[in-house]
């Protein structure tokens, strides 16, 4: 039997295989920006054809990125950021959170300065 990090790390590779594919990630940019469309809807706005897109849609449900809705005979497709915030807390929030956290500060903090008037 396998700890729970050894299964989980076995999910985040699914996930980040299904993230290495630009075109895989401009998918996922349409239903961040409205959920719930069709796989006509979504290859619409690419330039890829039908099948293409069904595949990639593929993938990202197998990765758990997209989860699906039938509303009749339509398929609507949905954004689960879930996968990608496990990641960030996994990867990025267990060793760097202060230390970020002090970056964007001092980011923001100097963006204010330069966006003031000189005299």
């Not at 961040?32 to 706005?45: M, P, V």
């Not at 993938?59 to 039938?70: D, H, Q, S």
Request: net charge positive; charged share 30%; glycine share 6%.
């Amino acid at each position: 039997m396998q700890p729970f990090d050894c299964l989980l790390c076995g999910q985040m590779d699914v996930v980040f295989k299904a993230l290495a594919d630009e075109s895989r990630r401009l998918l996922l940019d349409s239903p961040h920006a409205r959920n719930g469309q069709t796989l006509s809807e979504l290859a619409s706005g690419l330039d890829m054809t039908r099948q293409a897109v069904a595949k990639h849609l593929a993938m990202l449900e197998a990765a758990n990125l997209v989860a699906t809705a039938r509303r009749g005979r339509e398929k609507l497709h949905y954004l689960n950021p879930m996968p990608i915030h496990e990641i960030a807390e996994r990867w990025i929030g267990k060793y760097e959170r202060h230390r970020l956290q002090a970056l964007s500060e001092l980011k923001r903090g100097l963006e204010k300065r330069d966006a003031r008037p000189r005299l």
